[in-house]
C-alpha cells in the first residue's frame, strides 16, 4: 500500500508541473499576444496611463481602452485619445469644446486634472478614426507600460522562449511515458 502512495504521489506531481507549464506558457501568450490581437482584430487601442492629468478619473498605473469613433460623433465630455504633433506624446484628453466648421471639427480638450484646456484645438475631418474611451481598468497598465519598455520587450520574448521550452520539455516527458510506461 505504502509503494502505491508513493507512485500516486508522483503521478500527482506530474500532473501539477505539467498543469503548471501550461498555464504559464498560455499566460505568457496571452500578456504577450492579447493586446496586439485585440488592436489588429478589433481595432481597440489600448493605453497605459502614465500621468496625473485626468485623475481622479484615471490615475498613473490605470489602462483606458478605446475604440474608434468618426469624429462627427464625438461629443463634450468623451475622452480621446490623441498624438500631440509638437512632442509626439499620445494622451489621453477629455473633450470641453467640439465646434463643427463645415468639412472639419475643432475639438479643445483638457485634462480633468489640469487647470487649462490645450493651448492647439485639434483640426480633424468629419470623417476621421478618434480612439474613443470606453473602459477604464485599474492598475492594469503598470504591466503593460512595463512590457512596452525595451526591458519589458525583452523579458516578454524570454518568457515566451521559456514557456515554449517548458511546453516541449513536457511533450518529450509524455512521449518518453507513453513509449515506456512502466518507466524501465
Known amino acids: 500500500m505504502g509503494r502505491r502512495s508513493a507512485k500516486e504521489s508522483q503521478t500527482s506531481r506530474k500532473i501539477i508541473t505539467r498543469v503548471g ?21 478589433l481595432g481597440m487601442s489600448i493605453s497605459p496611463v502614465l500621468s496625473s492629468s485626468m485623475a ?10 478605446s475604440m474608434p469613433a468618426l469624429a462627427s460623433t464625438l461629443s463634450v465630455g468623451d475622452i480621446i485619445t490623441l498624438r500631440d504633433s509638437d512632442s509626439n506624446t499620445v494622451f ?16 479643445t480638450t483638457k485634462g480633468d486634472a489640469n487647470p487649462v484646456a490645450e493651448e492647439n484645438p485639434f483640426l480633424l475631418s468629419q470623417e476621421a478614426s478618434v480612439p474613443k474611451e470606453v473602459l477604464k481598468l ?10 512596452n519598455s525595451e526591458q519589458g520587450r525583452n523579458a516578454s520574448v524570454s518568457l515566451l522562449v521559456f514557456a515554449n521550452l517548458g511546453l516541449i520539455y513536457y511533450a518529450f516527458q509524455k512521449r518518453a511515458t507513453k513509449d515506456n510506461p512502466t518507466g524501465n
Open 138 to 147: 485599474k492598475w492594469l497598465g503598470t504591466p503593460l507600460a512595463l512590457i
Open 92 to 107: 489621453a484628453h477629455r473633450i470641453v469644446q467640439l465646434q463643427d466648421q463645415g468639412e472639419t471639427i475643432r475639438l
Open 21 to 41: 507549464v501550461i498555464a504559464s506558457s498560455i499566460f505568457a501568450s496571452v500578456l504577450v499576444a492579447g493586446p496586439l490581437a485585440l488592436h489588429y482584430l
Open 56 to 65: 481622479p478619473y484615471v490615475e498613473p498605473g490605470d489602462l483606458l481602452i
